[in-house]
Structures are given as structure tokens and as C-alpha cells.
């Protein structure tokens, strides 16, 4: 039997708090067609380790940093 720190709450089985699973963030690549809620449809351009750049059309571009939230594959 292993002990728990003192720092870690004790949950019951059926909480909803007892699975501590991480969000999966999303990955892109150069080229992909994306949307985002607030600059709307556009291709990644650029690739960074922590985020991308995307041309939203015309001179408006954009650095998006993760988490991406707001940025959906299309």
C-alpha cells in the first residue's frame, strides 16, 4: 500500500475531480487551412516550438502562442 503526500486530496471514485488528465494540444503544420474565433479563416505559415503564425488574407497575420485555444483545424 503506498501513502498518499499531504498535499494531494483523496477523492471518491465517482468525482469528477479524481482524473488529473491533461488537455491535449492540438499540433500544426505549415500549410494547414485553420479558423480562429476572432481573425476567421487562415493557412499557417510558420511553425515555432510554442506557436504558429497564420495569414488571415490580405497584410493580416497573426503569432498565436500555445495553448490554442481559440484555433481550430479544418
Known sequence: MTQR???EPQYSARSPFSARVAPEIESFAVGDRVTHDKF???RVIT????AVVVDFGGAQRARIVSPYT???KI
Open 5 to 7: 503526500r499531504a498535499s
Open 40 to 42: 476567421g479563416l487562415g
Open 70 to 72: 481559440r484555433l481550430t
Open 47 to 50: 511553425q515555432e516550438s510554442a
